[in-house]
């Protein structure tokens, strides 16, 4: 895509490029401020980042200041809690509040201000998965299942979720772990990513939104060797959304993961639950 808008046509070449190049490192440093307020936890140098980011973004395109923005104020709101993960029942309402209003007043904005529809959540978009799509769901979860307990049992990540015990803590883990789950694809997907797309080639625009969504998993406890399946993983979801342009699919594929994710937690925490994994 790399729209502009106005007058590059009568631009010199270099300056062309120049403007591409500057458009770019204004998006650019949005991704690195999420680095900087979710993988460092650094939120002054983080929003300081994020300020050059739109004052670059206005100076050069006003049409990018304005996608960039609605990222940025996503960003914001994310930042003032901490998404490490805390199944309590006080921070999971204070958690999906906060998450829900980052995908909630960027959609607003853009549609009610703006007056755009770039945001949007394609639930039913009147087209049968192929088989190719059915058979990577099963995929999905075997790869889950061979993957993670190495990750996350050999690496020591597990220990960056609570114990389970109870009952109701298993509730709460599942429940949490699914939430997280739809709100990254309503998010770095629907939201970020489709943002960035406007601006720029597709895959320029996944690795931009893949840094943002991998910052956010490293903060909720996808640490160690985490970014090996992270980062994969962000880019694969942008690339089926943009296959497909189905967000109940997206969503799928996230949960079945994530149902991978729960068991091992489970059987992690408790060694002689659930003994179907090989660690």
């Known amino acids: 895509m790399d729209q502009g808008t106005g007058g590059t046509a009568r631009a010199s070449p270099g300056a062309v490029v120049q403007r591409r190049a500057t458009r770019l490192l204004a998006a650019a440093l949005v ?6 307020l979710f993988g460092l936890r650094l939120p002054l140098p983080g ?4 300020a050059a980011a739109l004052l670059v973004a206005f100076l050069v395109d006003r049409a990018l200041f304005r996608d960039l923005l609605l990222i940025a104020v996503g960003l914001v709101i994310i930042s003032t809690i901490s998404v490490e993960a805390d199944i309590s029942y006080p921070n999971m309402a204070l958690m999906g ?12 904005l853009s549609r009610r201000f703006f007056g755009d529809r770039q945001v949007w959540f394609p639930i039913r978009t009147g087209q049968r998965w192929t088989t190719l799509e059915r058979w990577y769901l099963v995929g999905v979860l075997l790869l889950g299942y061979l993957i993670l307990p190495s990750y996350f049992i050999r690496s020591g990540a597990y220990l960056n979720w609570p114990a389970i015990n109870a009952p109701d803590e298993l509730g709460r883990l ?16 629907c939201t970020v ?3 960035f797309r406007r601006h720029f080639s597709f895959w320029t625009a996944n690795l931009l939104q893949m840094v943002v969504f991998v ?14 399946l992270t980062i994969p993983f962000a880019l694969l979801q942008g690339y089926t959304f943009s296959i ?10 996230h949960l079945l993961f994530d149902l991978a994710v729960f068991l091992v937690l489970v059987h992690a925490h408790n060694r002689d639950w659930l003994a ?4």
């Not at 991704?31 to 900087?36: G, H, K």
């Not at 929003?47 to 994020?50: F, M, R």
């Not at 497909?244 to 594929?253: A, E, G, I, N, R």
């Open 31 to 36: 991704s690195a401020s999420a680095v900087l």
């Open 47 to 50: 929003y300081a980042v994020l």
């Open 97 to 108: 509040i906060v998450l829900s209003a980052a995908v909630a007043v960027p959609y607003l």
């Open 174 to 189: 599942f429940v949490g772990v699914g939430f997280v789950g739809i709100w990254d694809e309503l998010f770095f997907i």
């Open 193 to 195: 990513f489709a943002l």
């Open 215 to 228: 910052s956010f998993l490293w903060e909720l406890g996808y640490r160690s060797w985490g970014p090996l």
């Open 244 to 253: 497909t342009k189905s967000l109940t699919y997206v969503v799928c594929v």
């Open 276 to 279: 179907i994994f090989p660690y």
